[in-house]
């Protein structure tokens, strides 16, 4: 609880060094090891909840708001931008922690309002006013009937916590459960529903890119494996594993028929949570453990490569693939952390990725014998459309060459700290197992 309160009290300095920042970054997560693996901190008449779950996902949390902090200085009013990155890292500290479904439902809302401001106010294009409208009108529209179910059954829903009990599940009904999942569903968010992510991550500033791939859309998942234990109706977890399993595909086409590296990415992460949300549906531990595996992967590499296609854009002013060529050679460094984490996004054995995927797999494919088809199909795709990013940045020919200027050391401490951590948690994802 120390290291909490510690935490929160070093955010809200704002002015923080680039090289203190660093260090205090360093001293959580060497604080972070002696966290407990097993067991809870909840006992009965806690305010907190701190299992597994909830420290994985409030380290990611810290980690990306602090490369947060270290991307602002490049924006005017970064003061400002600073103080909505700290307003959104707390908010979400507490919603990982809450054990009330009432508080968590406050808190998950809540994280919207800065997440429109940072849009708003430092996104690239005036499309950036479309995009927050987007990303406000789906989650309220998915938010207001889990609203409705709260304000129905307040007497009750005041009263449970995380974790949730069997004896909660025969309170509620088949489409009152349905209602629940699809707030969560809409943040992941899910195929055919997942329309303002793109719009969102291509309008965002830098920060505003790495927090909503690499914590925001966790929200979601963290809520499905909160509400798992009512997740019993067979009818609707397979429809939404249906539902997922044939989007990771057309979404696979979506990125190989794109030129816009900004939006590549942001369709791959929808196309990485689409296959996590195949893992949640099964509700079995190695499922759900998989789940959780690929959020703490997903979170590190695409906020990484959001990063590496930021520091691009600034060397050749477009995110047009025809534009952008020859990184290996004019920057061979930058070629290198395209490598990276172009390897990482594939889910190259036996980094975090393709551990997750085994996991989900195994415990998908002995319930649904078509998913092996839309496994293999799905391998092929993502691969290819890594590889064809890859490619293309790296490697041909510039029509127009104006100078290129070198990455900065502080660019490589940023890309180290994306890269770094998802290679050693590789080492203890055995301690991830749910």
């Known amino acids: 609880m120390k290291l909490i309160l510690s935490i929160l009290f070093s ?3 704002t002015t923080t060094s680039s090289v203190e920042m660093f260090l205090l970054s360093f ?9 407990p693996w097993k067991g809870s901190w909840l006992t009965e008449g806690s305010f907190i909840v701190f299992d597994k779950i909830s420290s994985i996902l409030l380290f990611l949390t810290i980690w990306i708001s602090l490369m947060m902090l270290l ?8 003061t400002m931008l600073k103080i909505l990155t700290n307003i959104l890292m707390i908010t979400l500290i507490f919603l990982f922690l809450t054990p009330k479904v009432v508080t968590f439902f406050i808190l998950y809302e809540f994280s919207l309002i800065p997440t429109m401001m940072i849009i708003l106010g430092w996104g690239y294009q005036p499309e950036r006013i479309q995009a927050a409208f987007s990303l406000l009108l789906y989650t309220m529209i998915f938010s207001l009937p889990f609203l409705s179910v ?3 059954y307040k007497d009750f ?13 025969s309170y509620f009904s088949n489409s009152v459960t349905l209602i629940c999942c699809l707030i969560f569903l809409v943040k992941i968010p899910l195929f055919f529903i997942h329309f303002w992510l793109p719009k969102a991550h291509v309008e965002a500033p830098l920060p505003g890119s790495m927090i909503l791939a690499g914590v925001l859309l966790k929200m979601g998942g963290y809520g499905l494996i909160r509400f798992n234990q009512w997740m019993t109706s067979n009818t609707i977890n397979n429809f939404f594993v249906s539902l997922a399993a044939v989007g990771m595909i057309l979404i696979c086409l979506v990125c190989l028929s794109t030129t816009d590296m900004k939006m590549i990415i942001a369709y791959s992460s929808i196309n990485h949570m689409n296959f996590m949300i195949v893992g949640l549906m099964m509700t079995s531990l190695l499922s759900l453990s998989g789940s959780l595996i690929m959020m703490i992967s997903h979170g590190l590499v695409s906020s990484g490569m959001f990063f590496l296609a930021d520091t691009s854009y600034k ?3 477009s995110r047009s693939l025809f534009n952008q060529k020859s990184f290996i050679i004019l920057q061979p460094l930058m070629g290198l952390w395209w490598f990276i984490l172009s390897m990482l996004n594939i889910g190259l054995p036996p980094t975090m990725g393709s551990i997750s995927e085994i996991y989900i797999i195994i415990s998908t494919v002995k319930d649904f014998s078509f998913f ?5 199909m799905y391998m092929f795709f993502s691969a290819f459309y890594s590889i064809f990013l890859f490619y293309n940045v790296n490697h041909g020919i510039l029509k127009e060459f104006n100078g290129f200027f070198p990455l900065e050391v502080k660019e490589h401490m940023l890309l180290m700290m994306h890269i770094l951590p ?6 203890y994802t055995c301690t991830l197992v749910l």
């Not at 001293?27 to 966290?35: A, D, K, P």
């Not at 998802?422 to 080492?427: H, L, R």
């Open 372 to 376: 092996q088809s839309i496994i293999v």
């Open 11 to 13: 955010s809200l300095t």
């Open 71 to 78: 991307t602002a200085d490049n924006y005017q009013n970064s």
């Open 27 to 35: 001293i959580l997560n060497i604080s972070y090891l002696y966290f």
């Open 157 to 169: 829903m005041k009263e449970i916590s995380f974790p949730l009990s069997g004896s909660d599940i």
């Open 315 to 317: 060397r050749f002013n």
């Open 422 to 427: 998802a290679i050693i948690i590789t080492f």
């Open 150 to 152: 709260i304000l129905f």
